[in-house]
């Protein structure tokens, strides 16, 4: 796809021919033109259409007839299609300082997939990465635009690095006192080490301050148990494959009492999923607006690491090794599976996955995320994206659930619909350009002729050297 500086002849003619007297050229920064808009809101394509865009934000659309537009820079979306940007709703930057420029080498990778927004998901680089939402904000620095819960609330000795430690009431109120101050987005919370009452009386009054939280759950509660407290969304879909189970009481004891693990519990769960349980449980969420994110790429890595040779994944070459070395402790504790274990893991996968249409059928809303960054195996910034999507779909919701998944679920959990999740006039113009149609194959998320963030357009070529960057990077900390 061409990018081309000054205004062309062609669309200048189109706007001469069509303008009276009356009809004012507006002058703006950026002009796409013939392409097919994909509104995700309701799936409908309208052909031959154009974009304006000045300071960011889309300031008109509509058919090609009917530009009055002058711009610094047109593109000729050459019978493409154009639709708002992807976000990935849980990704990681952390490993500690040492792994900072690891990290930050990973921003133009989701660029060059069409991720134009992050939500970072909590580590131990938090004060980098507000750092970065900043930059990136400011035209600083150049990424996805990135939201952030900064570190999560956890219980003592949680094993988690970077994390804001709470036993007791008046702690959790410091820790979030010191999460107002530092402006975050939204409030992560897990479980490693925290009891289940302090749990849910963190989400009350997490709620109570007006941020919208998100995590993972203690065992001994149940999905309807953290909905009916506050939570927002559910991290990891294990959570709602435990919920499936109609043993779930019986099996949440065993592990309280430690006769079961939390992975020796989880083959009981898998055997005993129940449709008529799921459902009523995913109701309940649905009726209190608690999402899921369901980060099932990892999930299919991990249960499939016997069989596929990741050793090999070209995209290894854009990745720091000291990252790549965060890999390890997955892959090692996996390689020590024998066979039944191994069963098990690829049981809980197809399982999990085929929970998805119920979910949808429930009214829940699923957003896209995968769990991308340090420790999680193979699961590539910007790329796994587009994996997760497709697992979506082949676990059986429609290319449009699935993108919606990944372009207006994002904006509602974070409640900035008013500024993304369409290509109306007004909204931020994060925009993706394929050169075909998603809706009829989610994989055409992935033909990717262009980007627009931050107010500038990404060529092929500028994406290409976006990877050429991250290469280059890469091959540094290898000594090569």
Same mark, same amino acid.
């Given at each position: 796809?061409?990018?081309?500086?000054?205004?062309?002849?062609?669309?200048?003619?189109?706007?001469?021919?069509?303008?009276?007297?009356?009809?004012?050229?507006?002058?703006?920064?950026?002009?796409?033109?013939?392409?097919?808009?994909?509104?995700?809101?309701?799936?409908?394509?309208?052909?031959?259409?154009?974009?304006?865009?000045?300071?960011?934000?889309?300031?008109?659309?509509?058919?090609?007839?009917?530009?009055?537009?002058?711009?610094?820079?047109?593109?000729?979306g050459q019978g493409g299609y154009v639709m708002p940007g992807l976000w990935d709703m849980h990704v990681h930057f952390g490993g500690g300082e040492d792994l900072i420029e690891d990290n930050k080498a990973l921003l133009g990778l989701y660029l060059a997939h069409g991720v134009t927004?992050?939500?970072?998901?909590?580590?131990?680089?938090?004060?980098?990465?507000?750092?970065?939402?900043?930059?990136?904000?400011?035209?600083?620095?150049?990424?996805?635009?990135?939201?952030?819960?900064?570190?999560?609330?956890?219980?003592?000795?949680?094993?988690?690095?970077?994390?804001?430690?709470?036993?007791?009431?008046?702690?959790?109120?410091?820790?979030?006192?010191?999460?107002?101050?530092?402006?975050?987005?939204?409030?992560?919370?897990?479980?490693?080490?925290?009891?289940?009452?302090?749990?849910?009386?963190?989400?009350?009054?997490?709620?109570?301050?007006?941020?919208?939280?998100?995590?993972?759950?203690?065992?001994?509660?149940?999905?309807?148990?953290?909905?009916?407290?506050?939570?927002?969304?559910?991290?990891?879909?294990?959570?709602?494959?435990?919920?499936?189970?109609?043993?779930?009481?019986?099996?949440?004891?065993?592990?309280?009492?430690?006769?079961?693990?939390?992975?020796?519990?989880?083959?009981?769960?898998?055997?005993?999923?129940?449709?008529?349980?799921?459902?009523?449980?995913?109701?309940?969420?649905?009726?209190?607006?608690?999402?899921?994110?369901?980060?099932?790429?990892?999930?299919?890595?991990?249960?499939?690491?016997?069989?596929?040779?990741?050793?090999?994944?070209? /995209?290894? &070459?854009?990745?720091? $090794?000291? +990252?790549? =070395?965060?890999? *390890?402790?997955?892959?090692?504790?996996?390689?020590?599976?024998?066979?039944?274990?191994?069963?098990a893991r690829k049981q809980q996968f197809q399982v999990s996955a085929s929970l998805l249409p119920w979910l949808q059928q429930s009214g829940v809303r699923i957003i896209a995320g995968t769990d991308a960054g340090f420790l999680n195996s193979y699961i590539y910034p910007g790329l796994?994206?587009?994996q997760e999507l497709q697992i979506y779909v082949e676990s059986g919701l429609s290319p449009l659930q699935a993108i919606q998944s990944a372009v207006l679920s994002g904006p509602a959990f974070l409640n900035r619909q008013a500024d993304y999740g369409s290509l109306y006039v007004g909204?931020?113009?994060?925009?993706?350009?394929?050169?075909?149609?998603?809706?009829?194959?989610?994989?055409?998320?992935?033909?990717?002729?262009?980007?627009?963030?931050?107010?500038?357009? /990404?060529? &092929?070529?500028?994406? $290409?050297? +976006?990877? =050429?960057?991250? *290469?280059?990077?890469?091959?540094?900390?290898?000594?090569?």
């Open positions: 796809m061409k990018s081309i500086r000054h205004v062309v002849l062609l669309p200048l003619l189109a706007l001469i021919a069509n303008c009276t007297v009356n009809d004012p050229i507006h002058k703006v920064e950026l002009l796409i033109y013939n392409t097919n808009l994909i509104d995700v809101q309701n799936g409908k394509v309208y052909p031959d259409q154009y974009l304006a865009i000045d300071e960011g934000r889309i300031v008109g659309r509509g058919e090609v007839e009917n530009m009055r537009y002058q711009a610094t820079q047109t593109v000729n927004t992050v939500r970072d998901a909590a580590a131990d680089l938090s004060d980098t990465v507000l750092a970065w939402r900043a930059q990136i904000a400011n035209g600083e620095l150049t990424g996805p635009r990135i939201f952030t819960s900064g570190p999560k609330l956890e219980g003592k000795d949680s094993i988690w690095p970077g994390d804001l430690e709470v036993e007791t009431v008046a702690e959790m109120h410091a820790a979030m006192d010191k999460l107002d101050a530092m402006q975050v987005d939204y409030i992560k919370i897990t479980d490693s080490a925290m009891t289940p009452e302090l749990y849910l009386q963190a989400v009350k009054e997490v709620k109570s301050r007006g941020y919208n939280i998100s995590g993972h759950i203690p065992f001994e509660l149940s999905v309807t148990d953290v909905s009916d407290a506050g939570l927002d969304a559910i991290e990891h879909m294990s959570y709602l494959l435990k919920a499936a189970a109609k043993n779930e009481e019986e099996i949440s004891e065993r592990v309280a009492s430690g006769e079961l693990s939390y992975r020796s519990a989880l083959p009981i769960i898998t055997r005993h999923v129940d449709k008529q349980t799921a459902l009523s449980k995913y109701k309940v969420l649905a009726k209190n607006d608690t999402a899921v994110v369901p980060t099932m790429i990892g999930s299919q890595i991990i249960a499939y690491l016997d069989e596929e040779d990741h050793l090999q994944d070209q /995209f290894l &070459q854009y990745l720091g $090794q000291g +990252l790549i =070395d965060t890999y *390890e402790w997955r892959v090692e504790r996996a390689g020590k599976d024998d066979a039944e274990a191994i069963r796994s994206l587009h909204k931020v113009a994060d925009i993706l350009l394929l050169t075909q149609n998603p809706l009829e194959d989610i994989r055409h998320t992935r033909r990717i002729s262009g980007v627009v963030a931050q107010g500038r357009y /990404f060529n &092929q070529n500028d994406l $290409q050297e +976006l990877l =050429d960057k991250a *290469e280059t990077y890469a091959s540094s900390t290898r000594g090569n």
